[in-house]
């Protein structure tokens, strides 16, 4: 089992649509969860950055942590063609060398 | 804040030369960088972790005398790819660490893209 998962997609949704993006992992110790945008031929970009179970809102943004499960999820509302990127999640135990384990990556395309 | 730069954001080089590449963090101090190379519709493969003022500590199968990585100030970082072949044709991207917030998560550059011909 890889330590984290996360469907690549690619996921198609029309515009204005809520969009669900999902992680799973399987390490008790990873204790911090990031999402990161990625655009085309661009580094990622942070997007949201949680460390305790719960919901954290910034914007049309919505990060969800559910330690038990060990499930991490981002929602998108309102979706926009600006938001078509590929979204990592990442993960880190907080120690040592900070090194972040990555999904695969979702691709998203939001269609007009 | 949180910016993080790398320069050239592109580079086309013949086969053998060394290309070198600058991560530099613009508004921050980053005791750690690190340094990642990605595939097309891949994800991002960490290669090293470049300590400020140490040696950088490279991953499996990362050869170190064909990636050197010079981590000299706490806002600069470089990578040479040395004797480069095509194979080394790949999309580059560092990320640092803010110490003083938010320190578990990186900052990523926009990536410097190399093509060996």
């Known amino acids: 089992q890889k330590e984290v998962e996360q469907d690549p997609g690619p996921l198609s949704v029309p515009e204005g649509a809520i969009v669900s993006l999902n992680c799973t992992y399987s390490?008790?110790?990873?204790?911090?969860f990031m999402w990161y945008r990625q655009y085309s031929r661009k580094g990622p970009e942070l997007l949201m950055y949680?460390?305790?179970?719960g919901n954290k809102e910034d914007g049309r943004f919505t990060a969800q942590v559910d330690k038990s499960s060990k499930y991490i999820s981002l929602f998108i509302r309102d979706s926009q063609p600006s938001d078509s990127a590929t979204y990592l999640c990442?993960?880190?135990?907080?120690?040592?060398?900070?090194?972040?384990?990555f999904g695969k990556g979702t691709k998203l395309s939001v269609i007009p | 804040g949180a910016v993080v730069s790398q320069h050239p954001s592109w580079v086309i080089c013949k086969s053998g030369t060394s290309v070198k590449i600058e991560c530099r963090s613009l508004?921050?101090?980053?005791?750690?960088m690190f340094w990642y190379r990605q595939f097309p519709k891949q994800s991002l493969m960490l290669m090293a972790t470049?300590?400020?003022?140490?040696?950088?500590?490279?991953e499996q199968g990362v050869e170190k005398d064909k990636f050197l990585i010079n981590h000299a100030s706490l806002t600069l970082s470089t990578l040479t790819v040395t004797s480069a072949h095509p194979e080394d044709s790949s999309f580059y991207i560092c990320?640092?660490?803010?110490?003083?917030?938010?320190?578990?998560?990186?900052?990523f550059g926009p990536g410097t893209r190399l093509l060996v011909l």
């Open positions: 990442a993960i880190t135990t907080g120690a040592g060398s900070y090194q972040l384990t």
């Open positions: 390490n008790s110790a990873f204790q911090y």
């Open positions: 990320s640092a660490r803010d110490q003083g917030h938010n320190q578990e998560t990186q900052y």
């Open positions: 470049s300590n400020e003022g140490s040696k950088a500590t490279y």
């Open positions: 508004d921050f101090q980053a005791t750690t």
């Open positions: 949680t460390y305790s179970s």
